[in-house]
C-alpha cells in the first residue's frame, strides 16, 4: 500500500500496478479497462507516490508472476545487476533527474541500458513532460547493420511502404520507385502482404531482392508475413532478410499473435543462419503498439504503456535490426486523439531507446481517431528532434491496403531538411551515385543516368 496526502485528502495505492496507471497520463484504453485516475489530483498523488519508490522495487515485485507469464520470467532473467549499478540507489524520481542531467550522456545511458527493465523505463516516462522524453531519447544512440548502417546520431531512416490492396507487383514496383526516388528506403523495404501465404511471400520478395541486388541497393527486404510463413519461405529457399512479427508485454498478448518465444527463436536462428547481410546480422523487425495486450484481454491489470514497454524485452533478446511502435493504429478506442498518440509516440520512442532498442515510430492514425495530418506534423517533427530511427514511408501518407493515415516520402524529404538529417550512410552515396540526389542531398528535378534504368526496370 503506498499512499500520499495532496490537498487535505489522502489517496491510496494499492499496489505497483495501480500506483502505475494512476500515475499514467490520461488516455482511452486505460480508461476502457477501468485503471485510469479517476481525477488529475488522484494522477498527481500518484506521480508524488511514484516518484519515491525506489527501482529496485519493480525487480522485488514483478507485475505479472513470473510463474504464469515467460515475458516476466525473461525481463528478469534479461536483468543485468552491473549495468544497473550506477542507478541502483536512486528512486523513480531520482532516475528522472539522472536521465536529464549531464552525467546522463551517450555512453552512460548505452551502459545503462541492459540494467533497464521495462516496468523501470515506463515509470520514469511517467514523471517526464514531453520536452524530457525528448531531451533523454536524443542523448541515446543504437546502432545496428544488415546491409547498412542504422540509428547513427544526425540520421533519419524510412521504411519504404509499398503496400497494396491485392498485392499487385506493378503497383508495389510503382510505389518502390515512387520512394527510391525521394530518398526512402534505407531502414527496409517493407511490404504488408495483403495474403499472408507462404507463396505469396516469396514472390513479393523475389520481386524486392530482384531490384536490390540488380541496382546494389544498400538496404534490406521484408515481407511483414506471420513467423511461422517466413519460417516456410525460408525452408523453401526464398531470399528472405529480415524476420518480421509483432509482439506484446504478455505471454497471452503473443499466444493471441500465434508467438511463443520458442518459436520467435527458431526464425531468429534460421534467418541469422542465412547469412544475407553484409554488414552486420540484425535480422529482425518487430512492431508493436498501445493497447494490443488489452485487446486481446491479456493486460493482467497493468496499463497499456507499462505493457507496452515490456514488449520492449522481447524484441532486446533478439538485438532486431528495427522495432517500431505503430502508435495509432489500433485505434481510438486506446489512444482517442492527436493529444493521446502524440504523447503515446514520444513514451514509445523513449522507452524503446532507454532499454537499447533501434526504435522507429509509424506516426499514424486510423480515419475514425479524433486527429489530423497537422498532429502527425507535430508527432513526427518532435520524434526527429528527439533523435528517432526511422519513420514509415507511405505513398501520399495513406496506406490505401491498411486503409490508415501515416507518414510521406514528402514528409521525410520536409522533416530531413528542417533538421538537417541524412540518411543512413550507404545509402546516402547510393543516391548520389545513381543521380537521385545532389551533393547537398537535394532531390534531382530531372533524373538522369543510373537512375532511369532503375525506372524502367520498375515500370
Known sequence: MMATNLAGRTHRFADLRTLLACASPDRAGDRLAGLAAESQEERVAARIALADVPLTRFLAEPLIDPETDEVSRLILDQHQPQAFAPVASYTVGEFRDFLLSDAADTRALAALAPGITPEMAAAVSKLMRNQDLIAAARKIEVVTRFRNTIGLKGRLSVRLQPNHPTDDLAGIGASILDGLMYGCGD??????????????????????????????????????????????????????DLVFQSIAGSEAANTSFGVSLSLIDEAYDAARALKRGTLGDNCMYFETGQGSALSANAHHGVDQQTMEARAYAVARRYKPLLVNSVVGFIGPEFLYNGREIIRAGLEDHFCGKLMGLPMGIDVCYTNHADAD???????????????????????????????????????????????????????EDWLMRMGVTDEKLRIRPRIEGAAQKLIAALR
Not at 502527425?376 to 490505401?400: E, K, S
Request: proline share 6%; charged share 15%.
Open 373 to 427: 495530418q497537422d498532429d502527425l506534423d507535430n508527432l513526427l517533427t518532435l520524434l526527429a528532434v528527439g533523435g528517432c530511427t526511422y519513420v514509415m514511408g507511405v505513398p501520399g501518407a495513406d496506406d490505401i491496403m491498411l486503409s490508415y493515415q501515416s507518414t510521406s516520402f514528402h514528409d521525410a524529404l520536409y522533416v530531413r531538411a528542417a533538421l538537417g538529417l541524412r540518411p543512413a550512410p550507404e545509402f
Open 187 to 240: 531502414a527496409v523495404i517493407g511490404i504488408n502482404p495483403a495474403t499472408d501465404s507462404a507463396t505469396q511471400g516469396a514472390l513479393l520478395l523475389e520481386r524486392i531482392d530482384d531490384v536490390i541486388c540488380r541496382f546494389d541497393i544498400p538496404t534490406q527486404s521484408c515481407v511483414l508475413a506471420h513467423v511461422t510463413t517466413m519460417l516456410q519461405v525460408m525452408q523453401r529457399g526464398g531470399p528472405v
